[in-house]
């Protein structure tokens, strides 16, 4: 039998567009040589401009989805992203509650890029309670850490985050003001390493989608997590400086810029 790639289930709402949600979990698993389980968790209508509509799959559909593949194959990270609802959130948690020796990666959504509401404050508290104990690390931008932690220092924000049980706390800085783009990795400890990219011009749609696939991905091929942050951002930053623009709207990343 052929070598078995590494393998990634992520739990993401529906992206029409390939360029975030669980199309961008795929193609960016891929991409980074591992093979990408899927559950769905949402429907949308989209483009490139903003989220129009949402749909939640039933929470039951969801942990059966879930189930099924966890009972066939062997998983070695989890990566979540838009979960839809209340219920979705309190069936993934039940899933990871069972499998407490595979390391998550949760991309906390909370809007979409043109800042059309994805998460309600019911989901948030959600989050907090079910999810954030559960997850390896967070990769929240500035904008979704200070609305999980209701504070506005981002050293205060982590501190907080942490302490509602994720391990690492991996802020993004492309929404702040600072002419490089600033990505800071805190634990418990404090500030774990702290990288600075070039900021591209422009507006993309899927770039927090691609870099915690791409950091479920690296850890699942067996890298520590420092390093897989790293190798994240890296793959993540040369994915959308590859981007291109088929729509009106935000440009995509293109997780194939090796080839």
């Given at each position: ?122 989901m948030i508290d959600a989050l907090r309670e079910m999810i954030l104990p559960q997850s390896t ?123």
């Amino acid at each position: 039998m052929s070598f078995s790639p590494p393998i990634v289930l992520a739990f993401a709402a529906s992206d029409p567009t390939g360029g975030a949600g669980l199309q961008a979990d795929i193609l960016t698993i891929a991409a980074m040589g591992c093979h990408p389980l899927s559950v769905l968790t949402a429907l949308t209508v989209q483009d490139t401009s903003g989220v129009e509509s949402l749909q939640a799959v039933d929470c039951r559909w969801v942990e059966d989805q879930a189930r099924r593949l966890l009972a066939e194959m062997r998983v070695d990270a989890f990566k979540l992203g838009v979960l839809g609802s209340a219920q979705n959130i309190a069936a993934v948690a039940g899933v990871l509650a069972e499998h407490p020796d595979i390391p998550v990666v949760c991309d906390p959504v909370l809007a979409s890029g043109r800042g059309d509401a994805l998460a309600s404050d019911e989901m948030i508290d959600a989050l907090r309670e079910m999810i954030l104990p559960q997850s390896t690390v967070l990769t929240p931008n500035s904008l979704e850490a200070r609305a999980l932690a209701a504070e506005r220092d981002l050293g205060a924000c982590a501190r907080k985050i942490l302490a509602m049980g994720s391990e690492f706390v991996l802020i993004t800085g492309t929404h702040e003001a600072t002419d490089e783009v600033v990505n800071t990795l805190y634990d418990a400890a404090g500030v774990v390493r702290e990288d600075r990219w070039q900021r591209l011009p422009g507006s993309y749609h899927g770039s927090g989608c691609t870099l915690a696939s791409a950091l479920a991905a690296a850890l699942a091929s067996g890298a520590s997590l420092p390093e897989a942050v790293r190798d994240a951002q890296e793959f993540t930053w040369q994915a959308l400086a590859a981007g291109f623009a088929p729509g009106k709207g935000q440009a995509l990343p293109n997780r194939f810029f090796e080839q």
